[in-house]
């Protein structure tokens, strides 16, 4: 009898635990850094013999509860953190090439109409070389064609260093993860595989390297308890609670570096800080473009100027000067009066009509409709490599969830069959009690 009612508290004591975890599991149904839990239970039948001529004889056992268990696959995780640091990295350089190409379009004040502009003037200046109002039209679109110059040059200096502010930030936040792990891997060391505080545990750790990953490119290792240390190229940043911090490190004309430990890093290639060294050197790349750009523009204007006469019949001179930059790029204060309209000839418009003439597939409006085609195409290129990694992405936290997550459907089934089971437990208390009873009132 004694038997009887061990079995029933047994079973009562496990169908409560499961219950438990049910409802955890409802509780953190919206928690995406939750890992859906079932608990572990074994028989405890006991077997044995007693006369040694006899065959085993069986006895009447009952349940016991071998720990809670995380609905986790290691290898979809390892693949949703690769998915995820891929997608990660390809929305942070659509969102900075936009911001490039946003730096180009000047408030759609862009440089490339007001070089057509120029031109334009030009023609129609060189059809009546002496009108005073188009002569300072045109000065003015070289003024203007200056600081368009010098405006853009500013637009992208500024996304420049705001892509420095941004990869500092995320520098902060991974070392703050970093940290976070390391302590985690702490209080891993003591707890008990298949309590409630090692799973959360585990659930932390698991939030906890999803964070890195979607921040550099690293290599995880996993020791006992689900212990993680992290290390790049060789070089530790968690070695159980040891942590190496990762330092941002902004460069003068070139993208950024990072540090590990003082030592200097080999370019992100991965994650938010992967994709913000990406972006930064394109960043670059348009920012020299843009002032040979401007080296050129000059060329060309002081040559124009330099091969013609005034109207006082001396040559042009100098209209614009720069030290190498668009940002530097600057008028000389001529006027009109000092335009180098006519040709070394004495041609009233000849020269002027030899500024038409530097409208050609290398000059400058051309050469400015490059950098920009050029960005759009980065940019596109971008777009359709962040569709495809979102596609992937999807794909892999789907076949990841199926395993993981919590269906609320499935939960209210193991509710249901719970407390039946639960019902059936304490109806076995039941019975033995009651037959107790019946053998006492024999007596």
Do not use: C
């Not at 085993?56 to 640091?85: H, K, M, P, W, Y």
């Not at 330092?247 to 992100?268: C, H, K, M, Y």
Request: glycine share 8%.
């Amino acid at each position: 009898m004694s038997e009887l009612l061990n079995i029933g508290r047994a079973a009562i004591q496990a169908n409560a635990r499961a219950l438990e975890i049910v409802g955890s599991n409802v509780a953190n149904a919206e928690n995406p850094d939750y890992v859906r839990r079932t608990l572990s239970i074994s028989d405890t039948t006991l077997s044995g013999r007693t006369n040694p001529i006899y065959n085993s004889q069986g006895g009447a056992g009952s349940v016991e509860v071998n720990g809670i268990i995380r609905a986790s696959d290691q290898f979809l995780e390892a693949a949703t953190r690769q998915t995820g640091a891929d997608r990660v990295r390809s929305d942070v350089v659509v969102q900075w090439l936009d911001q490039g190409e946003i730096a180009l379009a000047n408030n759609d004040a862009d440089l490339g109409a007001q070089l057509t502009q120029l031109f334009g003037t030009a023609e129609e200046l060189a059809a009546v070389p002496f009108e005073p109002a188009l002569r300072n039209q045109f000065v003015g679109d070289i003024e203007t064609s200056v600081q368009r110059f010098n405006q853009t040059a500013e637009n992208l200096s500024s996304t420049f260093n705001l892509i420095n502010g941004a990869a500092s930030q995320e520098a902060e936040e991974l070392n703050m993860a970093l940290n976070e792990l390391a302590q985690i891997n702490e209080q891993l060391r003591p707890a008990v595989a298949g309590t409630a505080q090692h799973t959360v545990l585990l659930d932390r750790r698991d939030a906890a390297l999803t964070v890195i990953t979607e921040k550099l490119d690293v290599q995880i290792s996993f020791g006992d308890k689900g212990r993680a240390d992290i290390s790049r190229n060789g070089t530790s940043l968690v070695t159980f609670n040891a942590v190496s911090p990762v330092s941002f490190v902004a460069n003068a004309g070139t993208s950024f570096d990072i540090e590990i430990g003082g030592a200097l890093q080999a370019a992100p290639s991965n994650g938010t800080l992967g994709g913000l060294q990406r972006s930064q050197s394109d960043i670059v790349n348009l920012i020299n473009d843009l002032d040979n750009l401007a080296v050129q523009f000059a060329a060309e204007i002081n040559g124009w100027q330099a091969n013609g006469l005034t109207d006082a019949g001396v040559a042009g001179a100098a209209m614009v000067t720069h030290a190498g930059t668009a940002a530097s790029l600057a008028t000389t204060g001529l006027v009109s009066d000092d335009l180098a309209l006519a040709s070394a000839a004495g041609v009233a418009n000849g020269n002027i009509l030899a500024f038409v003439d530097l409208r050609t597939a290398t000059g400058t409006e051309k050469g400015y409709e490059q950098i920009v085609l050029g960005q759009a195409q980065n940019l596109l290129a971008a777009r359709s490599e962040n569709n495809a990694a979102t596609v992937f992405d999807q794909a892999t936290r789907e076949m990841r969830d199926n395993v993981s997550i919590v269906d609320l459907d499935r939960e209210a089934a193991d509710l249901i069959r719970l407390q039946q089971s639960y019902e059936a437990s304490a109806r076995i208390i039941q019975v033995a009690r009651e037959t107790m009873q019946s053998i006492l009132a024999i007596f």
